[in-house]
C-alpha cells in the first residue's frame, strides 16, 4: 500500500497487524542505525536493499525527502509497495523542516503500531532528528539515551538544531544539545 502524507491515519489503521521476521540483510542502506528494537534509520537505501526489506521482517517505509532529490529510487513506492509493505512519503524539504513536518511523521507513526519500520531519507539526517523527537515527545523516551542513535550519524545545526530545540522546549522535554 502506498500513501502520500494526506489521510495516512485511516489507510494505516486499515492494515492487518504486523509479522516478525529476521535474517541477514546482504545490502543494508547506508548509515543504518537500530534506534529502538522496531525502528531502523538510514540513509537512502538502493533499490536492491529496498526489494529485501520484507525478508529483513520491514512491515512499513517512511521516506522524509522529495522523491524528486537526485538520489531517489524511481520506483521506490512500487518496491516497496509490491512486498505488501506500507509506503509512506513525508517530503521535508531539508533546509526547512517545519513543525508540521514532525506532527505529520507522528502521526504516521503511531497509525503504524508495532511495525518495523525503515525510516530514511538521503544521509540519515532529517531521519535520525525526526525520530529523535518522536521517541523523546511521543514516545517519552529518555532524551540522553534517544539522542545516542542521532549522534551516530551527526550533531544537528541550523533548521535542524532549532527544529529540535523548539520542539522539545514546546513539549516540555528537558535536554540540552551540546
Not at 64 to 75: G, K, Y
Not at 80 to 94: A, D, H, R, S, T
Not at 127 to 156: C, Q
Request: one cysteine or more; a positive charge.
Amino acid at each position: 500500500m502506498t500513501v502520500l502524507a494526506g489521510g495516512i491515519a485511516a489507510a494505516l489503521l486499515a492494515l492487518a497487524a504486523p509479522g516478525t521476521s529476521a535474517g541477514s540483510w546482504p545490502d543494508p542502506p547506508p548509515n543504518l542505525v537500530q534506534a529502538t528494537p522496531r525502528i531502523f534509520t538510514s540513509g537512502q537505501p538502493s533499490a536492491t536493499s529496498l526489494r529485501g526489506l520484507k525478508a529483513q521482517g520491514f512491515e512499513a517505509v517512511v521516506y522524509l525527502a522529495p522523491p524528486t532529490v537526485s538520489d531517489a529510487v524511481r520506483d521506490e513506492a512500487k518496491i516497496v509497495g509490491g512486498q505488501g509493505l506500507v509506503f509512506v512519503n513525508i517530503p521535508i524539504v531539508f533546509e526547512y523542516p517545519t513543525e508540521k513536518d514532525f506532527e505529520t511523521f507522528a502521526a504516521v507513526m503511531k497509525a503504524l503500531g508495532e511495525r518495523k519500520v525503515l525510516v530514511h531519507c538521503q544521509v540519515n539526517l532529517r531521519a535520525s532528528s525526526i525520530v529523535f523527537l518522536y521517541r523523546t515527545i511521543a514516545g517519552r523516551e529518555n532524551p540522553d539515551e534517544a539522542w545516542k542513535a542521532v549522534e551516530k550519524i551527526w550533531m544537528p545545526r541550523g533548521p535542524w538544531r532549532r527544529l529540535i530545540e523548539e520542539q522539545l522546549k514546546k513539549h516540555g522535554v528537558a535536554f540540552e544539545i551540546l
